[in-house]
């Protein structure tokens, strides 16, 4: 990062500029060329603007307003977005590989076809984002909130997912193998034929969800609440069960 500074710093003349100049200066040529490439722009208010198809390459947008601008098919790639504001905004066919987003803000935001392989979205707020056909290939989800979205159709190969929360949230025929779920909440979840074989719910909260033919064998679900659930149709062979929670009283009999 330190080497891209120096690089940004010298290809555009601001060695002797302030911070806030240098800012300043950063948001008027991404408004007028649409590209600011390893550009500064950290706490900039960038809220409602149209940024269709930018180019902001590695540039530092951390705590930056973004709450409703058009992003769509914008290259945000190695880009910092850390505790930013993207509540509402339009990130459809965006590009956000490599990039960081903790405890970002993208409840709202409409995140279809957008690509985030490899992001951090630690702690990051996607309640009730739009994710069709979002890529999260590789992305680290851990403590970050999806309530109440879709995730149907979303690739989620190679995440993590611990402590995440999904409650509410429609999972089902999502493939989840072997992923780490420990201490997620899915309460109320709809997790119709998804396929979570060796996953770790350890600590999951799974109360009230909708289990209906949802594939868990040799999952561990020690510790996990499945009260208020129907197992009828759940496969749990091979399920660890240890101090879990089950609809009619506490299983030990995996411990």
């Known amino acids: 990062m330190k080497n891209y500074l120096l690089f940004f710093f010298l290809s555009h003349g601001l060695i002797n500029f302030s911070l806030a100049e240098i800012i300043e200066k950063n948001t008027l040529e991404l408004k007028t060329s649409n590209s600011c490439e390893l550009c500064i722009l950290n706490g900039v208010n960038l809220g409602g603007s ?44 965006a590009t956000v590989r490599r990039s960081y987003l903790l405890n970002t803000d993208l409840s709202g935001a409409d995140l279809s076809g957008a690509k985030f392989g490899e992001s951090d979205l630690n702690g990051a707020n996607l309640n009730g984002a739009n994710l069709k056909k979002t890529d999260f290939s590789g992305v680290n989800l851990s403590g970050a909130n999806l309530s109440s979205v879709s995730l149907k159709s979303v690739m989620l190969f190679n995440i993590i997912l611990p402590g995440v929360n999904l409650s509410g949230s429609d999972l089902s025929g999502a493939k989840l193998s072997g992923v780490n779920l420990s201490g997620a909440n899915l309460s109320g979840a709809i997790l119709k034929k998804t396929y979570l074989k060796n996953a770790n719910l350890s600590g999951a909260d799974l109360s009230g969800a909708d289990l209906k033919k949802t594939y868990l064998r040799g999952a561990n679900l020690s510790g996990a609440n499945l009260s208020g659930v129907s197992l009828k149709s759940t496969d749990l062979k091979g399920a660890t069960l240890c101090n879990t929670i089950m609809p009619s009283g506490i299983d030990n009999s995996g411990c």
């Not at 198809?53 to 914008?74: M, Q, R, T, V």
Request: charged share 20%; glycine share 10%.
């Open 50 to 93: 149209d940024l269709n198809g930018a180019y902001l390459f590695g540039a530092d947008l951390s705590n930056a307003d973004l709450s409703s601008a058009d992003l769509s098919e914008a290259n945000l790639n190695e880009v910092d977005l850390t505790e930013a504001s993207l509540i509402g905004a339009n990130l459809s066919g």
